[in-house]
């Protein structure tokens, strides 16, 4: 089949050899003469990109000292591992910090398996969020009281990326099944509520949330900065994720809901068993992306003085007994995201091919 | 005679224009009823109207002496006792075959999932599909999806079976299928009300057939009259053209 298609191809010469067939390839026409050209140009520009990370680095672990030639100093990330991923965490409990991200890891991949979908994930996400934060927070069991002020680093990262997108989803979905409504005010409190936060940066949100909030509230309402920060992050996921939502609503035939109500399903049942499932089905692609910007947008939260993994490697890179560490240290969190990131991606690809063959 | 349906005095608007104009109509228990009438004449409205997919504006509609309106509890019940088939199938498509036969149970009366896949595949196998039982609607003809449609409504145990058009989406070598299943439902006595252009199938099991046009019931008759003999010059002229297409 394949040889069809390149005799196909390659009709004026009768038998191409591997040089002509090579030149066609890579200089075939102007476009892919000038892709080529790109292609070899960036491999040269990151030859010393190259050299710098993986063949001059220092990879031993060991004091400052051992950095002085070119390479990056990678014995830094040895020295400040702790640091950057668990923060202001106090050292003899971090086991318990890394235990949160261990968990958070085993019920993300839980979330993955199709069949754990529906109320049984619920619980399990309740269940393994409440041992999370007293494994954090501490004070029971013999574990010592870890103040969340304290909390930060990876753990923080994940919880703030997971809760925010976990607890915005649902009221995504009713945001956006009130922007459809037939009531007037549901339709109403929906949009305003969607425009209004989706017409602010998340930084002003953030702020809004972390710093004035507590000077309207009465002083004894004392809400976490923390939990303020997460419920900032919330809302704005939710905003975003109904559009989205929205949109899957609207591709949605009408017979589908015709079909259940035929069928005496209850309304609350066919949102949640028919229609949800193939709206989401349908979005995929705009999902993941949403929570691809929101794990990053986690970030932010370091305007207000929240400790996630990024302004934890910041804050290790200020040491200044290490030479201008802060290239390694940017790298290495960029590593962390980079993974995250690329493995929703390849989650969500994976759904969509689950979907396609089902359709055919 | 218990009536299966009755409704008297129904009036239907989308907005400004009359869509069903005083319709009087009735079903019997066991009874085959074909509606036909050219396009727009407010077919569809009538049959979704007697399970409430559209919300009639005067007139009352009774489906085994239960009247429809505001009363939920109502509502219910009638879904309960009706069935219906849709043109264009309406299968979930995120579910299997046998999922879109037994989900529907178990979410609107509790069935327990045994049962309720127990009692798929039992409809399944009536309608010859139970082969399929594990695809997805996506993966089969539109025959087969029809039948499909066909089961899960049986599933739920109807006294009576609302049809619109079942068979007009469907490819012309697959027609015949779904209408063979059709006449070995009305065979076991089912109450069927059946909106369709198919003729022959109306000769065949029809015990009266019911013309509309503009909203408002022409003529109602046994299938030998109504096409040997119409009364109404609009049926003439109907079944004329027919006869010319
Ligand atoms: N949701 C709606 N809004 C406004 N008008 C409607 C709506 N549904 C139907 N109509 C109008 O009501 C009339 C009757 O429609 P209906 O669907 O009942 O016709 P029908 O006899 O089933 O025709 P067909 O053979 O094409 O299916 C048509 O003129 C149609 O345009
Ligand atoms: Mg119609």
Redesign the interface.
């Known amino acids: 089949m394949t040889n069809n298609r390149t005799n196909a191809t390659a009709q004026p010469s009768t038998s191409p050899s591997m040089v002509s067939r090579g030149v066609r390839i890579f200089f075939g026409s102007w476009l892919s003469a000038l892709l080529t050209l790109l292609s070899v140009a960036i491999i040269l520009a990151l030859i010393p990109a190259f050299r710098w990370a993986v063949l001059d680095a220092q990879w031993q672990a060991g004091p400052p000292e051992l950095c002085h030639g070119a390479g990056a100093c990678w014995s830094f990330i040895h020295a400040k591992l702790r640091l950057i991923l668990f923060g202001l965490y106090p050292p003899e409990a971090q086991w318990r910090a890394f235990t949160v991200i261990v968990l958070i890891i085993a019920l993300v991949l839980a979330t993955l398996w199709p069949r754990l979908w529906g109320l049984r994930i619920i619980g399990l996400w309740a269940v393994g969020l409440a041992v999370m934060l007293v494994l954090m927070q501490g004070g029971v069991f013999g574990m010592s009281y870890v103040p969340t002020s304290k909390w930060g680093g990876l753990p923080i990262t994940l919880l703030l990326a997971v809760l925010s997108l976990g607890l915005g989803f649902p009221i995504a979905v009713v945001l956006a099944l009130g922007r459809r409504s037939k009531l007037p005010v549901a339709r109403a409190v929906s949009i305003l509520m969607i425009e209004l936060v989706r017409g602010l940066p998340l930084v002003g949100l953030l702020f809004v949330a972390a710093i004035l909030l507590p000077l309207f509230l009465p002083p004894d309402w004392t809400i976490d900065k923390l939990g303020r920060t997460l419920a900032a992050l919330t809302i704005f996921a939710a905003a975003y994720l109904a559009e989205v939502i929205r949109g899957g609503l609207q591709g949605l035939?009408g017979?589908?809901v015709?079909?259940?109500?035929?069928?005496?399903?209850?309304y609350w049942?066919?949102v949640w068993?028919?229609v949800l499932?193939?709206a989401i089905?349908k979005v995929i692609p705009p999902l993941t992306n949403t929570a691809i910007v929101m794990v990053k947008n986690t970030s932010l939260v370091l305007i207000v003085g929240v400790f996630d993994i990024l302004s934890a490697a910041r804050s290790a890179a200020t040491d200044p007994a290490w030479p201008a560490p802060s290239t390694e240290a940017y790298l290495f969190v960029a590593a962390i995201y980079f993974i995250i990131c690329t493995a929703i991606g390849w989650y969500s690809q994976h759904l969509e091919a689950g979907v396609k063959a089902?359709?055919? | 005679m218990t009536r299966a349906i009755e409704v008297s005095g129904l009036n239907k608007y989308y907005g400004t224009f009359h869509a069903l104009r005083d319709v009087d109509f009735s079903v019997a228990e066991g009874e085959r009823v074909v509606i036909c009438g050219p396009s727009g004449s407010g077919k569809s409205t009538l049959i979704r109207c007697l399970n409430r997919l559209e919300v009639h504006d005067a007139g009352t509609i009774r489906v085994r002496g239960i009247e429809l309106g505001d009363n939920l509890r109502n509502l219910d019940e009638v879904r309960r006792e009706a069935g219906m088939v849709f043109q264009h199938f309406n299968l979930f498509p995120h579910l299997t075959v046998l999922e879109n036969c037994a989900l529907p149970q178990i979410l609107s009366r509790r069935t327990a999932r045994a049962e309720a896949e127990a009692r798929g595949r039992d409809f399944l196998e009536r309608v010859q599909i139970l082969d399929q039982a594990d695809k997805y609607p996506g993966q089969l003809s539109g025959g087969q999806q029809q039948r499909v449609a066909i089961a899960r409504a049986l599933c739920m145990r109807p006294k009576v079976m609302l049809f619109d058009e079942p068979t007009s989406a469907l490819d012309p070598e697959m027609i015949r299928e779904v209408l063979d299943t059709m006449v070995t439902l009305a065979q076991e006595g089912m109450t069927m009300v059946v909106v369709t252009h198919e003729m022959g199938f109306a000769r065949q099991v029809a015990d009266r057939v019911v013309y509309m046009e503009a909203g408002e019931i022409v003529e109602t008759a046994a299938p030998a009259t109504f096409f040997d003999s119409p009364q109404d010059d609009r049926s003439r002229r109907f079944l004329s053209k027919l006869v010319t297409a």
């Open positions: 035939s017979g589908q015709e079909a259940a109500q035929a069928l005496g399903i209850p049942k066919t068993h028919i499932p193939q089905q089902r359709s055919h």
